[in-house]
């Protein structure tokens, strides 16, 4: 028994020493503030904090002094270490790199990049002059060729004083509850493990499926995510719970899906386009602009049992996960279990029928249906259309059932396409839906009456125009440039050209149409 105090003791203080370590320890950061051209070559070592994005590869990281002294750095990363820093960008991870003299047309693009984000979170035409002169001075002349990220000896130690830590504690515990009911520690250790494996085995079997596509989730870049939903999703029972509003959507995902877990929901505004065209081999193309600001997306492949294979973009922030500070991280653990829920906030996709559907919204007021049918909220609205439609016949006489409800203020209307070729724009005024047979739409109304053409701007006359140039005959290439045409500058977040013959996405974030992420059957 005295052996066992005396071993209790010295394991304890052990634990609690290398716990402490593993908490408290931190790195030595270089002062960024302080460097010199004598520092050109050497190594340095910087915390990733709040990173911007120039793409894939270069990073900007902001550093500030006691004074408020602010110096905007670039860290370029190679491929591997870019995977690496993807999973790093708000978990204040070490980052070891050479410091060397920046290039004039890099720092260009620093001060661009810099100046877009200013513009985006201030909600301004442009800078204001003495914005301007902060950011010019605020340029450092040196960048970082990162070759390390979260290693090094004291992130090492670190890390392995944590696991020891959590072991030795443990193993204190295990040793204490031997000492007081006078069993043997192997015993005791048994119990222990089985009162602990029965939790573990029931929350596995409750979130089964949860896991698993928890497990399939990716990150393709920075800002695009992929997934693989396994498992059917509850729309029968989305369907018959009458949402009429973003608050009992919220409370619906909530109690159905995540066991009463809080669900962040946020359906801010957006504005988009879409338009159908066909490939000279006669393929049916969907071209889709999502048009907002600053988030990260997510195609979403889904095969419900009873429901028709689709792939789907949704807008990440909606759920409360992008990069920005205050939200969840996409690559953090309540990250990756939100994302679960994303195949019922999807914002345009296509099915493996052929049919293609997106949103897009209108400024003209929210819609409330009232004509004794089941409610629909619009949001819901495309899962259960690709889910189950084959083409615009289908779609419209599955919309006629319901009573269609909106949120934020705004309502939508819905751009629907198949593989025949055929596509309409459907609106809902009072009681009433309408069908366009249209070939085209943004965020105009396009519905003959007293709103007619209200929301309207520059971009449907030039995809029209796009679309008449070449009678409606548009290779992928020349619809990805027609998308790029009518983008809009620091608000186009994705652009997506669907095939609906092919069952094929070509997906471009953040305006980037020299790089596509392609999803399909063959890709994945």
């Known amino acids: 028994m005295k052996k066992k105090v005396i071993a209790l003791i010295i394991i304890l203080l052990i634990g609690i020493g290398a716990l402490l370590f593993g908490i408290l320890g931190k790195p030595k950061y270089t002062d960024m503030m302080s460097l010199t051209d004598a520092d050109l070559g050497k190594s340095v070592t910087v915390e990733i904090k709040e990173p911007l994005p120039i793409d894939d590869r270069n990073w900007i990281l902001g550093f500030e002094d006691s004074e408020g002294n602010v110096s905007e750095v670039r860290i370029r990363l190679d491929e591997a270490l870019s995977r690496e820093f993807l999973q790093c960008v708000d978990s204040r991870t070490p980052l070891t790199g050479i410091l060397c003299r920046e290039s004039e047309d890099m720092q260009k693009a620093v001060f661009q990049t810099l100046a877009d984000y200013v513009i985006m979170v201030t909600q301004v035409d442009a800078l204001t002059d003495q914005n301007t002169a902060f950011l010019e001075k605020s340029l450092s002349p040196y960048c970082i060729e990162a070759t390390d990220i979260g290693t090094g000896l004291i992130p090492t130690l670190k890390k392995a004083a944590l696991i020891a830590g959590c072991v030795l504690l443990f193993s204190a515990i295990l040793l204490l509850i031997s000492v007081l009911s006078k069993k043997s520690f192997g015993k005791t250790v048994l119990v222990s493990l089985i009162v602990i494996a029965i939790p573990v085995l029931i929350i596995a079997a409750l979130f089964f499926n949860k896991i698993r596509t928890m497990c399939t989730i990716r990150s393709d870049g920075a800002g695009m995510y992929y997934m693989e939903y396994i498992g059917d999703y509850k729309l029968d029972d989305l369907l018959n719970a009458n949402i009429t509003s973003v608050e009992e959507f919220s409370e619906w995902l909530r109690r159905e899906e995540f066991r009463n877990l809080p669900v962040p929901i946020d359906t801010k505004r957006f504005g988009c386009s879409s338009f159908k065209a066909k490939t000279p081999d006669g393929d049916v193309l969907m071209g889709r602009n999502f048009d907002y600001h600053e988030t990260d997306a997510l195609m979403i492949y889904s095969s419900p049992k009873n429901g028709y294979a689709s792939y789907s973009m949704a807008d990440l ?146 995809i029209l125009a796009g679309l008449s140039g070449h009678d409606g005959i548009l290779t992928p290439e020349q619809a990805k440039e027609l998308l790029a045409k009518v983008a809009q500058e620091n608000y186009t977040e994705w652009s997506c050209v669907y095939n609906l013959n092919r069952f094929t996405a070509d997906v471009y974030i953040d305006e980037d149409f020299d790089h596509a992420y392609h999803y399909g059957k063959a890709n994945g």
Not at 353 to 368: P, R
Not at 375 to 389: E, K
Request: proline content about 4%; aromatic content about 6%; some cysteine.
């Open 317 to 462: 922030e909606v759920l409360g996960i992008s990069v920005k500070q205050g939200n969840i991280h996409p690559d953090s653990p309540a990250g990756r279990i939100f994302m679960t829920a994303a195949p019922y906030a999807v914002c345009d996709g296509i099915n493996e029928a052929g049919l293609g559907v997106s949103t897009l919204e209108l400024d003209i007021g929210e819609i409330h249906q009232d004509t004794g049918k089941p409610d629909l909220y619009i949001y819901s609205a495309i899962r259960v259309l690709l889910d189950r439609c084959a083409n615009v016949d289908e779609a419209l006489k599955l919309l006629e059932c319901y009573d269609i409800h909106s949120h934020a203020n705004v309502r939508q209307h819905l751009f629907i396409a198949d593989q025949s070729g055929r596509s309409v724009v459907v609106e809902w005024f009072d009681d009433q839906m309408y069908v366009n047979e249209l070939d085209a739409v943004t965020n105009s109304v396009l519905t003959p009456g007293d709103d007619y053409d209200r929301g309207a701007d520059s971009r449907l006359p030039e």
